[in-house]
């Protein structure tokens, strides 16, 4: 149980365009979302939580217009990078959050980003 | 800024070795500490968790410790394979937020034949 599924699992694209990432809980609900942004080597960096049916919430220093996140259903969130450009490259993934289950996340398997 | 200290940064184990992590959080225990386990190019899959009611919790090979006192809990991997080479990740709640956690800086563990 706990599956999360992150689609697509690689991506380039270039600079100026935008690129969707999906995120869907395959055999739960999830009320609440996460996407994170991971550089090589180093630790998972919160950019937002997502909560079905109503904004995000964006940690500081995340441009939300840049990234823009959509919660439209209790199984699918959305993050579309906008007009990206070579510094936005980079690893990243997103969580769920079983409801009854604290703050346990469940994980995608990441998307790697690449802006030419 | 809120944080979780990890220790070491990098481990070599040799195969059937004992592999210890440790964690350090500032906030007030509340909900789950856990682990994660995340290979090269993957997300990372939750390994163990453990409540600050408990002192202990063993899954397998698996076995986190937890010291609310001193704000402090480990993982232990025991008979350590290289299959269980991976970068590890423990997780702390904030203190202000009942879904988010943070996530210590990483443990880079290779298991050596």
């Known amino acids: 149980g706990a599956v999360v599924s992150q689609h697509p699992s690689w991506v380039i694209c270039k600079s100026g365009t935008s690129v969707k990432i999906e995120c869907r809980s395959l055999d739960f609900q999830a009320t609440t979302m996460f996407w994170y942004r991971q550089f090589p080597k180093q630790s998972l960096m919160l950019m937002a939580t997502?909560?079905?049916?109503?904004?995000?919430?964006?940690e500081q220093g995340v441009e939300k217009d840049k990234f823009l996140i959509n919660h439209a259903s209790l199984t699918l969130s959305t993050l579309t990078v906008t007009s990206a450009h070579p510094e936005d490259s980079s690893f990243y993934i997103c969580?769920?959050?079983?409801?009854?289950?604290?703050?346990?996340?469940?994980f995608g398997a990441g998307t790697r980003l690449s802006v030419l | 800024q809120q944080q979780v200290k990890q220790s070491p940064q990098s481990l070599i184990v040799q195969k059937g070795g004992i592999s210890i992590i440790n964690c350090a959080y500032e906030n007030t225990a509340f909900d789950y500490f856990p682990w994660y386990q995340q290979f090269p190019g993957k997300g990372p899959a939750l390994l163990i968790a453990i409540r600050p009611d408990v002192s202990e919790k063993k899954e397998g090979r698996f076995t986190i410790s937890f010291n609310k006192s001193a704000k402090q809990f480990s993982l232990h991997i025991m008979d350590s394979q290289p299959g269980d080479s991976a970068t590890y990740f423990c997780?702390?709640?904030?203190?202000?937020?009942?879904?988010?956690?943070?996530f210590g800086p990483g443990t880079s563990l290779s298991v050596i034949p």
């Open positions: 969580s769920a959050r079983v409801s009854g289950a604290g703050n346990i996340q469940y």
């Open positions: 997502s909560n079905e049916g109503s904004k995000a919430t964006y």
């Open positions: 997780a702390a709640p904030t203190g202000t937020s009942y879904d988010k956690v943070i």
